[in-house]
């Protein structure tokens, strides 16, 4: 092997090192349906703890979103607020958790007229879990996603990369569809 050859293998490897992010960077794999939901236990906008097992039995639209009060999250955290109604005649609950104090929630809960739990995961624990983590001008944020968990504890759809508009009335859809016998 020619030396030319050597240095050119050699700066690549290196660059490939240098490029792989470090284990404890990479993000959990989100769970997939048909998976058990990971458990978890986080601060109400109330600042009283709420735990997945406090709602077995029921249905649990489970939604990550980066930040309170900015656009996309307003209108999707309203949308779900406009269908809560048809939410609890399906016998589901949901459950909003962003990276923002149990503070921040209930300032955005009362801005915004809603009535359902939002959960503060300030160390992103619960977001990790869920592979609902990205980064954003060098902060820690929860990505969009959305987990629908069945009365028995499991994951039964998921959706990544969700827009805000539109998806509440596609998480009604879906809920009708896995609630059919």
């Known amino acids: 092997m020619s030396f030319a050859r050597f240095l050119l293998l050699s700066t690549l490897l290196i660059l490939m090192v240098a490029m792989t992010p470090a284990q404890a960077d990479v993000p959990?794999?989100?769970?997939?349906?048909?998976?058990?939901?990971?458990e978890f236990s986080l601060t109400t906008q109330e600042n009283q703890p709420a735990s997945l097992k406090d709602y077995r039995g029921k249905w649990v639209?489970?939604?990550?979103?980066?930040?309170?009060?900015?656009s996309g999250c307003t209108l999707e955290a309203?949308?779900?607020?406009?269908?809560?109604?048809?939410?609890?005649?399906?016998?589901?609950?949901?459950?909003?958790?962003s990276i923002d104090?149990?503070?921040?929630?209930?300032?955005?809960?009362?801005?915004?007229?809603?009535?359902?739990?939002l959960l503060s995961d300030p160390d992103a624990k619960v977001s990790t879990q869920y592979g609902?983590?990205?980064?954003?001008?060098?902060?820690?944020?929860?990505?969009?996603?959305?987990f629908l968990i069945d009365?028995?504890?499991?994951?039964?759809?998921?959706?990544?990369?969700?827009?805000?508009?539109g998806h509440s009335e596609e998480v009604l859809?879906?809920?009708?569809?896995?609630?059919?016998?």
Request: glycine share 8%; with cysteine.
């Open 28 to 38: 959990a794999k989100a769970p997939e349906a048909g998976q058990p939901a990971p």
């Open 61 to 70: 639209v489970l939604y990550f979103y980066p930040k309170d009060f900015t």
């Open 78 to 97: 309203q949308s779900f607020q406009r269908d809560l109604a048809k939410y609890e005649q399906a016998g589901a609950v949901i459950l909003g958790v």
């Open 101 to 117: 104090t149990a503070e921040s929630h209930k300032s955005f809960c009362t801005k915004e007229g809603l009535s359902f739990k």
């Open 132 to 146: 609902s983590v990205k980064e954003y001008n060098g902060a820690k944020l929860s990505a969009r996603n959305t």
């Open 151 to 165: 009365p028995q504890g499991n994951i039964a759809q998921v959706f990544v990369g969700v827009k805000p508009a």
């Open 173 to 181: 859809a879906a809920l009708s569809r896995l609630q059919k016998p």
